[in-house]
């Protein structure tokens, strides 16, 4: 027997989203349940598939299912597809099973032709509307299906109203339609070589594969890619009985959500149209009435309309969102969903439904996506500062939040500015590490140059700092001190503000609002708190990212990156002269004289997270990246060398690499010159005796070795830990304890985990350079061709955003499952930027991780995705 | 009851090598079969260990075991140590399980002291040989036990003999000798603040100690380290009685060979001395006689000897390395090893002992060290000639083999020269991509910097031309065109001539020899080829390689690399030009200039291969690699392109790189730019075809994808493929067949090897790639650490010259057993220089490939290393 392809409404149900499209299960669920639904039937996502794998075309057990079904649908409606007395008419709409935008639109109407439009004008009593139906419907058909550029049947439209003198559509007379339709078939003609077709069965099939084909159109596969849809998923085709809004004025077509998608409001909220089809509410030529005035227009379907609203919520556990269509006083359901929320109507229904009842805290936690809480987790403009807001560029929405300042187009005079309180907004065609303490002190970034990857755009979004990157129609000037931006120059000190969530530069400054973690965001944490299994930690470098951390609820700092430190402009001098100094002395010199200043940051951070561990990484990137590499900077670093240009070009020059990424970094840095890892572990040490001291708190250090790839690195580093740790033990006469690990970024680490074990104390996933390694390629050097991958769908999910589970996910669980071979009872977590990605962190938490560690403004939804993940994963 | 840590000789046996140390066993095993042995005991490796694992400290057991084990000799030899009437003194030796120098030196006469001493007179009835004994026991004692400074102790006998007028050191008299010993320990007392120990027992446990602690000198370290012998291993002590061979001319001390270690001639080869202790025939005072002329000084010794030598040749079936003693007439064996030979004795020693009988063809092929092979598969100096060489400088042998030729500056007038049929060597600062036709064209290469992994020394090694790198003494001026070495300038022309297997550079032209595959080596590979499992494929770019491989006994070609074929000069331009297409056109046009080129490239392979399969990777480096970098040239690609010279410099920069080996390169190109592969496939498939048409031979192209991370990337370039290939046969009409296939040498495609394989026909190691990045740092970069982990002994092996089985090995395997799991025959096989290395290959053997593929050269060694695998691995 042939498999089934195409399912009545009435044969299925919500369960069967995968099969039937979102759309087509819950079009058969309210079906099921007893609800008005105009009748129809589901070609299966399976089917989609099939049409694919088959070049794209449908097989004969499909046409002739389809063609049975349509006769189906002629019995229970009474009328008959294409019939020239009692034509029936459908609707062709794709539905997949997660709603995606970038699908194939909607074909209303279909089953028109020059006889059945004459039987739709005879039966409605109503020609115009005949005639409007046909010609609406060949446009779509020719728009969707034979993918015609829309503008042609436009310029017939406006070609007959400037004829006539007409200002709206809705003046066409019934012979102008006639005329319409006439020039549109004689469109087709041109455009395709053929016909319009006529034979209703045709049309069917070719609007049926062309909803298949525009599954792998490009908008639909970018989308995809962007949020991590899988491609064979496929769509399903619904084929549904007409029903019409637009027959008089007892008629009507609306949506609807069940709460207000923007408050959480428990309000029916949406909106309708009198005598009007679906594409007239949103083509705007009316203004829709808000759904309180059906009350007054037609109080017993609104009566019906509010209880069916009732029902689904109630059958669907959730707010949903609805289509409507009222044919003749009849109320007809289109499609009901799970409906869209902002991130803060998704906290208040979340916790009002647990208060209804309705749902368990399990369920409330599961119903948050935890990505969107980020929305709330970054300043935003005021509403209404922001509509005065003129937009003067747009770019890359690079970090979100919003900010407002005065301009700075130097790091140092940022930094300046904002010491005397100002607040600053640093503007730079792009920012290097030597920018860093410049955009920490700026409550927003823009760069004229760079992606999402940039320098600018990583670092901010670590920072929680909102950045715009990328804004090419800004011309910058740095040495000027000057940008212009739509034609008009800003200087120095004058306001803008930017919104780091949609890219938009504005002019002057606008009001921000602080986020807040209260009210329902504050329960639902509570709740995530209870649920979850794994620990969260944050990624801080310095007292005022732990101490937001700490606000966001961060139970310890998992990545304390000490680099970020030394590029302090106090410190900078020094740490160019311990690197280029000529032997170990020297550099001893120069290290002795960075040690007070490190035991400060470390203080710092020891004062804010008091008990709570913090891992401290020593020392990993590359000496050359804080070399100076502008003429003058190194002619003074030569003067103060007592060295010569050239000498000290040399010197440089030296310590260039081919390969960066893979050079001289992390531990290998620790073997070659013992002194650094010794004056770190001094400054870490010392520290936590001393804040220990100071405030009573039981403080563990955690000392962590990266980029280690064989036992052997980690052996000779962790020496020179202990000792120089057990020295200063013995100096400040304490008996603290302390712990020292490693990362595990390199793929050989993950792969002999058992032997590292031994000598690391804890493991910390690095997840960004693992995947890097792992893949073979760098993000700065990806750029030419990974956007191409993502188009080409090479990428099931991007592995920079979310851990790539297949490849690097397989050597993580190795790890762990080795490391804990060694060491059954140590600690392992997650640093990297996955640390902070929801769908990472399921994978992790089913790993058997103990914690992660992100961003402080991550933390949040951190909690949140590991609550779910415990959920999930049936842990806790 | 305690651990056994000392062992009387007459306990042991030959197979305890590891517990007693090679020396130890042998000695033991001369015991058990009744040779005279002088008797004595063995401290055990084990006991090495724990001394070292204790901190450098001798257990109680340990002492109480050598002290009765003390006893046991002294009723052994009815002397008695310490004694003051009959003093039994011994010898100290270290001998570990593999002969290793770097190990502390012997301790002869230990047990003298101011007692003992004048016993030995009475009793020897030679005072001067008992003082003699005593200072050179004292001098011995105290520099490799105490480690004081040993020109300390020559600058005395320098300062009695100048005052005394004497010339040679045996015209001191025994006052005098009694001077030197009061001096003697007089600078003891110096240097250590303490007596030169007088007892016996305490000099013996002051010995043993100094033997263990020297396992962990450096130069020990550093010697294993280069020969990649564990650290583990640990050395043994051996106390063994003393014999005298300095007793009168019945007396005398030698060693010998078995058979000629130089050309394996069945004889009794080796020299000894008269009246003399060992360590004179080593000084070189007097010269020692050829063993033959023992036959007349001593005939029943002689006999003896050449009784023994035979009895031990047999006992042990390989070719001996002996010490003995002749005390007072009586002959006593102080060792005997297999011992060391050349390549070409090894051979004839192998195979005539085969034919005598003694050994199996199996064990025959396990006794030649398959690296040796590499000194005959070179071109070498005539013996003869090179006594007349004059050596002008020296630098690193970083390609074995001899040149000679004049020399030449740059590239391309090194390839003029030799295409007029001059022999050339290449003299440069250093050598890049741009220099291989000129590379190709030399006899041998000379750069003043750069390592063993510099681009010179890689692609010598590949082509199997001789190399010297890093000649740091000569200047070299490519403008000027000449070189100082040595003081002296020579210019364009002079003749020079390199042996890259020593480093040395001579001065003229020195005749060289060219390597021959015959004779006993023939016999050896014969057997070698009957006994393997793995096939044995070559490297190789060009149809000369190609040949060279084929003669050497290649099955095929393993990789021949196509970017070698873009740096021609007839192409370079067209290669640039297709690199800087602003469209795929302009590219388009481009290639199909270049691509009748490849055709003629893939055509000379083919032809020397015939039905031999051949496996093409498709272009690998990043396309910067192919521009110009010099001013000049860039101008003229500008003008040649109608571009300005800022345009071209924009154009090449925005091909930058930040980390090229993690950038746009490998199938990543392919997957961007369509069109190379298309050309590439076009060239192999047409030159396939129109070869096998010519030759009627049956050639299976093998297309290869480079730098596959996940199976989308291999699907799409594979597409490329094989949509071009199609094409291709239908043009010309041909059912030829053709595989597609990929490297491994991404960490993810061998994690995902499962997935990959549905893809891939076949699968080749990439491991050089491989260990780079599953080690996470590139060879052009880890220079600056590198050096130091080899000197901390952080390898048991150095990963890029054998394959790290720990780490890079498991991925190896994990991507054999998954690709297996999809694809079951799937043919594998590896390509990196490991392909080359006698240990990688018996792991590949183990791990189940089906080939391994190395540089030609490389041929003869991998196929007996085959060989060894297959014996030891029980798989043939």
Chains 1, 2 share one sequence.
Not at 48 to 61: H, K
Not at 469 to 485: H, N, R, T
Request: charged share 30%.
């Amino acid at each position: 027997m042939a498999k089934q392809w195409v399912y009545m409404f009435s044969e299925g149900n919500a369960d069967q989203r995968n099969l039937l499209g979102g759309k087509g299960a819950n079009l058969a669920e309210m079906t099921r349940i007893g609800l008005p639904v105009p009748q129809g039937f589901t070609v299966s996502t399976e089917a989609c598939n099939e049409y694919i794998a088959n070049g794209n075309e449908l097989s004969e057990d499909m046409v002739k299912q389809i063609k049975d079904r349509m006769k189906d649908l002629n019995e229970i409606s009474g009328k008959s597809f294409g019939d020239s007395e009692n034509p029936l008419l459908v609707s062709v709409r794709s539905g997949a099973r997660i709603s995606m935008p970038g699908m194939m639109d909607t074909i209303l109407n279909l089953g028109l032709n020059d006889v059945t439009v004459e039987a739709l004008a005879k039966k409605s009593n109503n020609p115009r509307f005949a005639w409007d139906s046909y010609r609406r419907f060949i446009q779509m058909f020719g728009d969707v299906v034979q993918e015609i550029d829309k503008n042609k049947f436009e310029a017939v439209l406006d070609d007959i109203k400037e004829r006539e003198g007409y200002k709206y559509d809705t003046e066409l007379t019934v012979d102008d339609l006639k005329e319409v339709v006439d020039r549109y078939k004689a469109i087709v003609k041109e455009e395709t070589g053929k016909d319009f077709p006529s034979e209703p069965e045709d049309q069917l099939m070719q609007a049926v594969e062309a909803v298949f084909r525009s599954w792998n159109n490009p908008r639909a596969i970018v989308y995809r890619n962007l949020n991590e849809i899988p491609h064979d998923y496929g769509t399903a085709v619904n084929v549904q009985s007409m029903v019409f809004g637009n027959m008089g004025d007892n008629s009507g077509t609306g949506v609807a959500f069940t709460r207000n998608p923007s408050t959480g409001e428990r309000k029916l909220y949406g909106e309708y149209l009198i005598n009007a089809q679906g594409e007239d509410v949103v083509a705007g030529v009316r203004t829709p009435e808000p759904i309180a005035r059906l009350k007054e227009d037609l109080p017993e379907v609104y009566e019906q309309f509010a209880e069916t609203a009732k029902i689904l919520e109630d059958h669907y556990r959730d707010m949903q969102d609805m289509e409507f269509t009222i044919d003749d006083g009849r109320l007809f359901m289109l499609q009901t969903r799970n409906g869209k929320r902002t991130a803060p109507a998704a906290l208040k229904i979340a916790v009002d439904m647990v208060n209804e009842g309705t749902i368990t805290k399990e369920e409330a936690l599961e119903r948050i996506e935890a990505k969107a809480l980020d929305q709330l987790l970054h300043p935003t403009f005021d509403a209404e500062a922001l509509k005065e807001g003129k937009v003067i560029a747009e770019g890359l929405a690079a970090s979100p939040g919003a900010g407002t300042g005065r301009i700075y187009f130097t790091a140092d005079e940022a930094k300046n500015a904002a010491a005397n309180g100002e607040d600053v907004i640093l503007v730079r065609k792009e920012t290097s590490p030597e920018d860093i303490e410049g955009m920490y002190a700026s409550n927003g970034i823009l760069t004229s140059r760079g992606g999402m990857t940039s320098h600018a755009a990583v670092v901010a979004r670590g920072m929680g700092t909102c950045c715009v990157a990328g804004v090419e129609d800004i011309v910058v000037d740095e040495d000027q001190k000057k940008m212009i931006a739509d034609g008009k120059e800003y200087t120095e000190g004058d306001f803008i503000s930017l919104d780091g969530s949609t890219g938009k530069v504005y002019e002057g400054s606008i009001q921000t609002v602080a986020p807040t973690l209260s009210g329902d965001f504050a329960t639902i944490m509570e709740w995530a708190d209870y649920a979850r299994r794994l620990q969260v930690r944050t990624n801080a470098d310095s007292p005022r990212d732990a101490k937001q951390a700490l606000e966001f609820g961060a139970e310890g700092v998992g990545l304390c990156r000490t680099e970020h430190m030394f590029f302090d402009e106090d410190r900078i001098p020094a740490v160019r002269k311990m690197i280029l100094s000529p032997d170990v002395e020297t550099r001893e010199k120069y290290l002795a004289e960075l040690m007070p200043m490190q035991k400060e940051d470390f203080k710092g951070m020891y004062e804010v997270m008091k008990e709570k561990p913090i891992t401290i990484r020593l020392l990993d990137p590359p000496l050359h990246e804080f070399l100076p590499t502008d003429e003058e900077e190194i002619q003074a670093l030569a003067d103060d060398m007592g060295m010569t240009l050239e000498e000290m070009k040399a010197n440089i020059d030296s310590l260039h690499e081919f390969n960066p990424m893979l050079g001289h970094r992390g531990c290998r840095l620790a073997v070659t010159y013992p002194e650094i890892p010794a004056m770190q572990t001094r400054a870490i040490m010392e520290a936590a005796i001393e804040v220990a001291e100071e405030t009573g708190a039981d403080i563990v250090p955690e000392i962590m070795i990266p980029l280690v790839g064989m036992k052997e690195e980690l052996e000779d580093v962790k020496k020179t830990v202990v000792e120089t740790a057990e020295k200063v033990k013995e100096e400040k006469g304490s008996d603290i304890s302390y712990e020292v690990g490693t990362m595990i970024e390199i793929p050989r680490a993950a792969l002999t985990a058992d032997e590292i074990a031994e000598d690391a104390e804890f493991f910390s996933f690095g997840t960004n350079d693992l995947t890097q390694m792992t893949f073979g390629y760098s993000r700065d050097d990806a750029g030419k061709f990974i956007n191409e991958y993502k188009e080409k769908g090479f990428y099931q999910v991007d592995p920079f955003a979310s851990i790539d589970q297949t490849g690097v996910g397989k050597l993580v669980q190795t790890a762990v499952k080795l490391g804990h071979q060694t060491r059954p009872d140590m600690m392992m977590g997650v640093c990297g930027e996955h640390g902070g990605d929801p769908t990472s962190i399921k994978f992790f938490d089913k790993s058997g991780l103990d914690y992660v560690s992100c961003s402080p403004f991550r933390v949040p939804i951190a909690r949140l995705a590991a609550a779910q993940a415990a959920i999930e994963n049936g842990k806790k």
